[in-house]
Nanobody, 128 residues
Framework: QLQLVESGGGLVQPGGSLRLSCAAS????????IGWFRQAPGKEREGVSC????????YYADSVKGRFTISRDNAKNTVYLQMNSLKPEDTAVYYC?????????????????????WGQGTQVTVSS
C-alpha cells in the first residue's frame, strides 16, 4: 500500500522557519512526482509546490515563491519543503501527495483528484 507520511510541523513565530518532510512507506519515491498542499480552517485545500521525480522541475504558488523551497533526497525516500520567512497566513495543515507536477497557478480544486497516497498532514501554526 502506497502511503506518505508528513512530519516537521509545529508552532513558529512570524519570520521563522520550518522544514517539512514527506516520507514514503511501501514504495520507492524516486519514481513519483510529489506535490505539497495546505488547507487552512474554513478554506479549500490548495497547491503549494511540486517537484518532478528527478528534482529537475519545481513549481511554487505565488504566495510562497521566494520563501519556500521544495527538494528531494531519493536515497532517503523523502521530499522536503523548507519554509522560511513564515507568515501567519501560512498557518494550515500541510499535506503531500503523488501526482502530476504542473504550474501551481494552473491547479484548480478539481486538480486534487489527480493526486493520491495522501498523508495525514502536519499542522503548521505561525503566531506570535
Amino acid at each position: 500500500q502506497l502511503q506518505l507520511v508528513e512530519s516537521g510541523g509545529g508552532l513558529v513565530q512570524p519570520g521563522g522557519s520550518l522544514r517539512l518532510s514527506c516520507a514514503a512507506s511501501g514504495f520507492r519515491l524516486n519514481y513519483y512526482t510529489i506535490g505539497w498542499f495546505r488547507q487552512a480552517p474554513g478554506k479549500e485545500r490548495e497547491g503549494v509546490s511540486c517537484i518532478s521525480s528527478s528534482g529537475g522541475r519545481t513549481y511554487y504558488a505565488d504566495s510562497v515563491k521566494g520563501r519556500f523551497t521544495i527538494s528531494r533526497d531519493n536515497a532517503k525516500n523523502t521530499v522536503y519543503l523548507q519554509m522560511n520567512s513564515l507568515k501567519p497566513e501560512d498557518t494550515a495543515v500541510y499535506y503531500c501527495a503523488t501526482g502530476p507536477c504542473t504550474p501551481i497557478a494552473t491547479m484548480s480544486s478539481s486538480s486534487l483528484a489527480d493526486f493520491g497516497s495522501w498523508g495525514q498532514g502536519t499542522q503548521v501554526t505561525v503566531s506570535s
